[in-house]
């Protein structure tokens, strides 16, 4: 059997990058350097995702700079010295986004690309558990690198019709839809279920790495026109597609790996590594996917994609918005330049790292993803209304509160579409059927989505007449993310005081 897998192992399935390392180390690529593999794969390909997301926001208060100084009363750029240096139309914006109507013209921009991704976000999921994961992902990425570019492509070719820059973005947000989905499925393939929030925690670190190179990348590329800051990223995501192509195994047996070659040694108790996907069940179960509806059955499923909806709503506000908003506010009495903006709003994400990480590591010594995930929520409140009331004291303290909010807001949003959806996507009413976690991520993240939509969309209009309104919506979209999870809290709870009771108990016996 052992040597059959090796054949197999070292036919020409094989993918081109896995013999090509093979060929350099010598010998056989390990199960260990295959998850290694897999992570730093799937890691960089949904980290250019967002990269190529996260341009929109840096580049707005460049396409409307002026209608929003005039509201507010300031000059966006007070620097002569800088006028001269961007002597092409940077200053004047960008028809037709320099308009009155430009900041709710930049919003349904957003709500058209998030809408689309949303609405795809459930068919690549139903995809995505009947075809090849690792081609459906490289056409989603090449295709989001070729129609990001393609926005870019606007400012040469000096074009200022509004549904151009509309249809480009429903476009790229179909192609958008195809990675997460795709990305977590593979990765559940290789993983087990022991630390799986930590890990899962610390991989969806992409998500803020992502958004931080994005927003370094569009911001350094202004200079030369704001064109480069949408094509930079889309060709580095087109290359990444095709590195996606040559290397990424799918799974253990598309790699012709043996689970007896890795299986580490088994622990009793707790301790013991569950596959994640991979079961022992006859060859005529594993066919079957889970269908959508029987996935929406699933326990859990709901409460969390429910409150996935406003965890998102909040942090795609602020994923689009915010360094439009700190660039329009004065920090110790002066206006940051856009590219200054987009550098410090970089803060935000980096505390989204450490509260992905957090909350992935604080619900597996819990055992309790919805205790984790409400808590972060609740926490969430007070931290928007610090960075409200208090951020434009000093640059010091914009940034510090940026870093907390950000901490709170993208902990449970980290947790919900990773560990969470694993967890629900083998969960034991699924009686082994391995063939659903693509189906049901879709499903917690595709409807968190639809919130994705609507938070910027509403902010498009509602930050014309007050951002205290803005963050009134925030802070009330975070409170109802957490009592979506109030009855799977109460259920958490319950159970451990009922673990505590029973430990109790041998003890007891043990004495008598």
Not at 176 to 196: D, H
């Amino acid at each position: 059997m052992g040597s059959a897998a090796e054949e197999r192992g070292s036919s020409s399935n094989k993918l081109i990058g896995i013999r090509f390392l093979e060929y350099v180390k010598g010998s056989p690529v390990s199960h260990k350097t295959h998850q290694a593999i897999v992570l730093i794969v799937t890691f960089l390909a949904y980290a250019s995702y967002h990269a190529t997301r996260k341009t929109t926001s840096i580049v707005k208060s460049v396409l409307d700079p002026q209608s929003s100084s005039t509201n507010l009363g300031f000059n966006f750029f007070p620097s002569s010295t800088r006028v001269t240096k961007l002597s092409w139309k940077l200053g004047d914006g960008w028809a037709p986004f320099n308009g009155s109507d430009g900041t709710s013209l930049l919003g349904q921009l957003d709500v058209a690309f998030l809408a689309v991704y949303a609405f795809g976000m459930y068919f690549s999921g139903h995809f995505g558990d009947r075809c090849n994961l690792r081609i459906f992902l490289t056409i989603g990425m090449v295709g989001t690198g070729v129609f990001t570019s393609l926005f870019g492509v606007g400012f040469w070719g000096n074009n200022h019709n509004f549904y151009y820059y509309l249809v480009i973005q429903m476009i790229a947000g179909l192609f958008q839809s195809t990675g997460w989905p795709s990305v977590v499925a593979v990765l559940g393939n290789w993983f087990g279920k022991r630390k799986r929030g930590l890990i899962m925690g610390i991989w969806n670190a992409h998500t803020s790495v992502g958004n931080i190179a994005g927003s370094l990348i569009a911001s350094a590329m202004l200079g030369y026109g704001w064109g480069w800051s949408f094509v930079v990223p889309g060709l580095i995501m087109s290359f990444l597609g095709l590195v996606v192509f040559l290397i990424l195994p799918v799974s253990p047996e598309s790699a012709g790996v043996e689970e007896d070659d890795y299986s580490c040694p088994k622990k009793s108790g707790d301790d013991v590594t569950e596959s994640l996907l991979r079961q022992e069940t006859p060859a005529e179960e594993k066919e079957k996917a889970v269908g959508f509806i029987e996935a929406w059955r699933i326990p859990g499923v709901a409460p969390f994609a429910f409150c996935l909806f406003f965890a998102k709503l909040v942090a795609y506000t602020f994923l689009y918005w915010l360094p439009f908003y700190v660039s329009h506010t004065a920090i110790d009495g002066k206006f940051l330049s856009s590219e200054t903006s987009g550098s410090l709003s970089t803060l935000f994400d980096v505390g989204g790292v450490l509260g992905g990480i957090l909350a992935g590591h604080i619900s597996d010594r819990l055992n309790a993803r919805a205790i984790t995930a409400a808590s972060f929520m609740y926490c969430a409140i007070p931290a928007l209304f610090f960075y409200r009331s208090y951020g434009h004291i000093s640059l010091v303290v914009n940034g510090t509160l940026m870093f907390v909010t950000g901490m709170f807001v993208n902990g449970p949003y980290a947790l919900i579409t990773t560990a969470v959806s694993a967890d629900l996507g083998t969960h034991k009413s699924l009686k082994g059927n391995s063939r659903a976690l693509a189906t049901v991520t879709a499903i917690i993240d595709g409807t968190g989505s639809i919130g994705a939509a609507i938070g910027p969309l509403l902010t498009g209009y509602i930050s014309a007449k007050s951002w205290s309104a803005v963050f009134t919506m925030l802070m009330g979209s975070a409170l109802i993310a957490g009592l979506f999870l109030t009855k799977l809290v109460v259920s958490e709870v319950a159970t451990k005081i009922e673990e505590s009771r029973s430990n109790r108990t041998p003890e007891c016996s043990l004495d008598v």
